[in-house]
Structure formats: structure tokens, C-alpha cells
């Protein structure tokens, strides 16, 4: 399997995946805490441009969170403040205050997000370990009718990892064992052994998933950026102007009257009319 790099954000970030624009497949993003700074979420286009967003009334302490709350296909930002097990829900990217709070979990949880039932949307869970790094770990998984499930699977010193991994419209759990680089993924939320076993990564990596193209998953309307093309009365300019990397060609610009375009360029004489006036 081959695999591509993103060199992005600094070292004391928090890596995030999510499909921020709606194409079907994840892009990176940052969440950033440094002490004595406002929290932000750094939202990364597969062009390398970038925005930043906060969360209102987010803490340094509160851990990031990333779903499709709403099923409509964007993910975005949320935040779990542990000391009150709360989920913090925002329905766009941009800055605001949260759309819904959910309170699960109990404090020393560590947040997990996924689409348990299938519906289009994620629901919100928690991981909680056990009393040693050999003892059981165990999924806490909330339903969207507020039921919850709870699963174990793994041992307590193993990362936590959430992902649709046989492409069932379900999201189920792995685990990754850090000092083997080791993913064991399980196909059911259902304890069990691992359905497949994955290594990758080295020593000190952060477990991430996702549907990730390694390529734009858009063709080139446009060869050149900056290039213009007759449309109508007027032109139109290639670029990228819905960030996914690729050119199109832009809405047309009418030419002014009188002109007309060729060549992608508006021309002719312009008719200029006079009008009386008076001087007083």
C-alpha cells in the first residue's frame, strides 16, 4: 500500500481529519492549545490554503473533536471538556458558539465520534481504561435515540482509533498499540478479536483515520491559472475557486457596453454621449 505526507502545523498541535468541503474525502486540520492562547481549529484545503476557526468559550483543557453532526456530508468542529463530560456541537466551521451539548461520559474520558447506527450522522462516545495498562478498555458508544452500548475491546494502554473499515456505512473501533506501530481493527461494535491487523507508523506517531485520496478527486477544467476564455459577452478566468485543488473556470464577466470580447479579452470602441449642463 503507498501513502503520502502532509507537512503542516507545529509540533505541539493536535492532528485532526475531517472532509471539510463536502468532496467525499478527508482533509487535514489542526486543533491548537498552546497555554495562555485562545483554542483554534486550523481547517486545511487540499490546495495548502487554510482558515481558522474558534470554538466560543473553549478552554486550553478541552480535547478536539471532529463529525458530521447534522448528516450533511460537511464535517466540523466540536469540543469534549472532560471535567464535566460535555460535548460541545458546532454545525459550520466558522466562529461561534455551540449548536448542542451532550453530556456523556465520566471525567478521565477520553472522547470518541463516530456513525454507530448507520444514519448519516455521528454520534458521540467516550473510552475509558481500566485500572492497569493489561486491564480491558471499554467503549462507551451513544446512539442519536440516546441509548448507549458498551463494548470492550483492547487493552488499556492501547490508543484509541474509530473508522468505517469494511465500507458498511458503520463506524466500528481499532486499536493502536504505539510501541508496535500496530492498528487491530474490529469490523463490529461487538467485543471479539481484531478482524485485521495493520502496522504502520513509528515509535511516538498519533493514530489517525480517514478516506484519503492521494491525488484531487476533480479534473482540470483549465490549463493555466490566470488564463481567460471568451463566454457570451464577456470572460471568464481560470483558477481554483472552490479549493480542491483543481482549475475552473470562473463565472463570466460581462464586458462593458460598446465592447465585445476576443480572445478572452473585452475590446471596441466605448460610445460616451454627452449631456448639457450649466455653469452658475
Not at 500500500?1 to 507545529?10: A, L, M
Not at 463490529?188 to 484519503?212: C, E, K, R, W, Y
Amino acid at each position: 500500500n503507498s501513502y503520502s505526507t502532509i507537512t503542516f502545523g507545529r509540533f505541539d498541535d493536535s492532528p485532526l481529519l475531517g472532509d471539510w468541503n463536502m468532496d467525499g474525502y478527508d482533509e487535514a486540520g489542526l486543533f491548537r492549545n498552546s497555554t495562555g492562547t485562545t483554542p483554534i481549529f486550523i481547517f486545511r484545503n487540499l490546495n495548502g490554503t487554510y482558515w481558522i476557526a474558534n470554538l466560543t468559550g473553549s478552554l486550553n483543557s478541552d480535547l478536539p473533536v471532529i463529525g458530521d453532526w447534522d448528516g450533511d456530508g460537511r464535517d466540523t468542529m466540536g469540543l469534549y471538556r472532560s471535567s464535566t463530560s460535555t460535548f460541545r456541537l458546532r454545525n459550520s466551521n466558522t466562529d461561534g458558539a455551540a449548536d448542542s451539548l451532550i453530556t456523556f461520559g465520566i471525567a478521565g474520558d477520553l472522547p470518541v465520534i463516530g456513525d454507530w447506527d448507520g444514519d448519516g450522522k455521528d454520534d458521540v462516545g467516550v473510552y475509558r481504561t481500566g485500572a492497569s495498562a493489561s486491564s480491558p478498555a471499554t467503549y462507551y458508544l451513544r446512539y442519536s435515540n440516546g441509548s448507549f452500548s458498551s463494548i470492550l475491546y483492547g487493552l488499556s494502554s492501547y490508543k484509541p482509533v474509530i473508522g468505517d473499515w469494511d465500507g458498511d456505512g458503520r463506524d466500528t473501533m481499532a486499536s493502536y498499540n504505539a510501541p508496535f506501530s500496530t492498528f487491530r481493527i474490529r469490523n463490529t461494535l461487538s467485543p471479539g478479536n481484531q478482524d485485521a491487523m495493520l502496522t504502520f507508523g513509528v515509535a511516538g506517531d498519533i493514530p489517525l483515520a480517514g478516506s484519503i485520496t492521494q491525488s484531487p478527486s476533480c479534473t482540470n477544467e483549465c490549463t493555466t491559472s490566470g488564463a481567460k476564455q471568451c463566454s457570451g459577452n464577456g470572460y471568464q478566468t481560470c483558477g481554483d475557486y472552490d479549493a480542491d485543488a483543481c482549475l475552473e473556470w470562473s463565472s463570466a464577466t460581462t464586458c462593458p457596453s460598446g465592447q465585445t470580447c476576443s480572445n478572452g479579452v473585452c475590446s471596441g470602441t466605448i460610445i460616451k454621449k454627452d449631456r448639457v449642463s450649466v455653469f452658475r
